[in-house]
């Protein structure tokens, strides 16, 4: 994995969401530095998805900024790359695995397309089923293509919302390896899990969230395993 060139850092102000009456976040501020390898933690319910779909353009907040950063903690010009892992996989089933990989390539200006959807078939495990429709795919290999996808543009931000669903203990490690490698390589991570785990060992930093309120953070005094046993008790 090559470092990263332009490594972004996410500044999060007074963020508030609302559903009619009902508030997902509350006036969250939260800087991540570039890097960073954030675990959100937090109950069903704590806000965490939520956070994750503001920052990556999904969701707009009712109130409140997000503000992507260079290493200087200023400013970027521009939006950085951003890959994104959601609850949904965001593949289409009456695609072969190629054909979704490619369309999004295509969809991000990526050179050379047929190639980058080759290399990330072979690193997710899927190179054998390239010319399967995602619709005979088991929940495990959907989370795979969903992985894949998110990777194609070599983003500097990668966000994960419960990014080992449905992957089986292989899945799960290479997950881990994968991860490891870009954190390495100064991607910023943020990933939302349940729990100690393989991949929550990788973490550089832990935020737990409760009733859209940040609670706890290992930055301000909090320690990682007392935030993700908590949290998984």
């Known amino acids: 994995m090559t470092p990263v060139d332009s490594p972004a850092g996410i500044r999060f102000e007074n963020i508030e969401k ?16 570039a890097g960073e390898c954030v675990v959100l933690a937090g109950r069903n319910g704590s806000g965490k998805t939520t956070l994750l779909r503001i920052a990556a353009g999904l969701v707009r907040p009712s109130s409140g900024s997000v503000t992507f950063l260079d290493s200087g903690k200023g400013p970027m010009q521009g939006a950085p790359k951003v890959g994104f ?72 931000v990668l966000l994960l919302d419960e990014p080992a669903t449905g992957l089986d203990p292989q899945g799960v490690s290479w997950l881990a390896e994968t991860l490891r490698r870009m954190r390495d390589a100064g991607h910023t991570i943020v990933m939302s899990l349940h729990g100690k785990s393989e991949i929550s060992s990788l973490a550089t930093r832990a935020v737990r969230l409760e009733a859209g309120s940040v609670m706890a953070d290992t930055r301000t005094g909090g320690s990682l395993s007392s935030i993700l046993t908590f949290v998984g008790a």
Not at 18 to 33: N, P
Not at 116 to 134: C, H, N, Q, T
């Open 18 to 33: 609302r559903y009619g009456g009902l508030y997902a976040l509350r006036r969250v501020s939260l800087e991540i530095a």
């Open 85 to 156: 892992v959601g609850h949904a996989t965001m593949v289409y089933d009456e695609l072969t695995a190629e054909e979704n990989l490619v369309l999004f390539a295509r969809l991000l200006g990526i050179a050379e397309p047929a190639d980058r959807a080759g290399i990330l078939l072979a690193e997710v495990g899927l190179d054998d089923r390239r010319s399967s429709l995602v619709r005979t795919f088991s929940r495990g290999m959907r989370q795979r293509m969903a992985i894949a996808r998110a990777l194609l543009n070599q983003p500097e």
